[in-house]
């Protein structure tokens, strides 16, 4: 089935400090989906992607849907502690008879002050 | 206010005992869906419903059930034939819109349940 890889799996950044994580498939999403969880808590969408090419910003937060179709990156600006928490990238499958989310296998950002 | 609601937050199970976990929505969202996570680690898909009625099977299903008898609800229960169920619990919901087996509309998640053995 279809897997997506997140990279860096961890990292440990700076107050302050800008952040950047990508999501890669070796399939074509025509959709991604980028969450945060924190600790003891369900994820909360950040942003959705829905078309290739597709620069999205939500405040200190930019995702970019990659040419490829095959990639989608996430950047934070100027990150503040409450960044803190695993972000997951997503991207729907189907199955002919439904639709599903495939997830990444997340990066966990720190940060130290 | 619109929104997911997983019961309980916290939950003991005894050996050979079966639980209920509850997942309600008030969004009108047509599929629902659950997930486990185990300690860092990401989501596995255990059960979903895309209707009323309706379920499938998700990567790791066995020891689990669910029911789809209301819109807004989607109760899981965890057999006593889950050998390993200390996990965290997620249900989530998705619109239907664009197509209710095509859509790409993201699923919004509730809150978890945290399920411990006794």
């Known amino acids: 089935g279809q897997q997506l890889n997140q990279s860096p799996q961890s990292m440990f950044i700076q107050e302050g400090e800008d952040v950047s994580m990508n999501c890669t498939s070796s399939?074509?999403?025509?959709?991604w989906l980028w969450y945060k969880q924190d600790p003891g808590e369900g994820p909360v969408l950040l942003i959705a992607?829905?078309?290739?090419?597709e620069l999205t910003s939500n405040g200190r937060l930019t995702a970019q849907f990659g040419i490829t179709r095959k990639d989608s990156f996430l950047n934070i600006s100027a990150s503040i502690p409450s960044d803190v928490g695993i972000y997951f990238c997503a991207g729907p499958t189907y199955t002919g008879t439904a639709s599903k989310l495939t997830f990444g296998t997340g990066t966990r950002l720190q940060v130290t002050l | 206010d619109g929104g997911i609601t997983q019961s309980p937050k916290y939950l003991f199970r005894k050996e050979g005992q079966n639980v209920t976990l509850s997942c309600e929505q008030n969004l009108n969202h047509d599929a629902m869906y659950w997930y486990r996570q185990d300690p860092g680690q990401g989501l596995r898909l255990i059960y979903y419903?895309?209707?009323?009625?309706?379920?499938q099977k998700g990567d790791i299903a066995e020891g689990y059930s669910v029911s789809r008898e209301k819109k807004e609800s989607f109760p899981l229960t965890v057999t006593s034939a889950q050998k390993n169920p200390t996990a965290f619990y997620l249900c989530?919901?998705?619109?239907?819109?664009?197509?209710?087996?095509?859509?790409?509309?993201?699923?919004?998640f509730g809150d978890g349940t945290r399920l411990s053995i006794l």
């Open positions: 992607l829905y078309k290739a090419g």
């Open positions: 419903s895309q209707i009323v009625n309706d379920f």
């Open positions: 399939s074509i999403f025509n959709t």
């Open positions: 989530a919901s998705r619109s239907g819109t664009g197509g209710l087996f095509y859509s790409n509309q993201p699923q919004h």
